[in-house]
């Protein structure tokens, strides 16, 4: 591997890189199978509820941002929709969504994780979450609470509208109910597949 290229591979120290997989993979699946990997992941349903602001508002166009085109092509059409029909047309459309989901089972069935980590517990014990992660690729887990500091939601909250609420459940009280049953009918395998409970 070039270490000097960045693209999709996000260099954190020389032995260590987050594998962001896009489409088409950019990791092959022997180097999948080969490769120590902790899968952080996060509820899809969660994914969903994101996408609206992010779409809708707050995530930069271009094709370094936007490879698909996806977001320029919705965000008209959901600036002029309420939340729910918003949704609806995420839910029904998007290929970016799917594209994530896929992406999370791959690398869950291919790549064989020593550990899965929900987003859900880097929002609430982020200590613990990093300390997982590290121990999991075998390095130092010395600076885990600094690093629980710097990664915080508050400090990366500050200035910056992306982060919406930082509550990894709130996609509950968000998403209306005929949009979370259609998830469910339409990805259940999946959640189910990445340690997540269908509500319907």
Not at 2 to 25: E, Q, T
Not at 74 to 92: F, I, K, S, T, V
Request: aromatic share 6%; charged share 30%.
């Amino acid at each position: 591997m070039n270490y000097s290229k960045r693209g999709a591979w996000h260099l954190r120290a020389c032995r260590v890189v987050m594998i962001m997989d896009h489409h088409p993979p950019n990791a092959s699946p022997e180097m999948l199978a080969r490769t120590t990997l902790v899968h952080v992941t996060r509820d899809p349903r969660g994914i969903l509820a994101s996408m609206l602001k992010s779409q809708r508002e707050t995530h930069p166009l271009g094709p370094r941002y936007d490879t698909l085109g996806e977001m320029a092509r919705n965000r008209p059409l959901l600036q002029n929709l309420d939340d729910a029909d918003g949704y609806r047309l995420l839910l029904e459309k998007s290929t970016l969504l799917a594209l994530a989901i896929e992406s999370m089972i791959r690398l869950e069935e291919v790549g064989c994780p020593v550990d899965r980590i929900d987003f859900r517990d880097i929002s609430t014990d982020p200590g613990n979450a990093i300390e997982r992660i590290l121990r999991g690729i075998g390095v130092s887990t010395d600076d885990v609470e600094s690093l629980a500091d710097e990664f915080s939601f508050a400090k990366l909250h500050q200035g910056n509208p992306h982060y919406r609420r930082g509550n990894p459940d709130s996609w509950q009280e968000e998403l209306p109910d005929d949009v979370i049953r259609g998830f469910e009918e339409k990805w259940g395998h999946e959640l189910k597949t990445l340690g997540y409970s269908a509500t319907t």
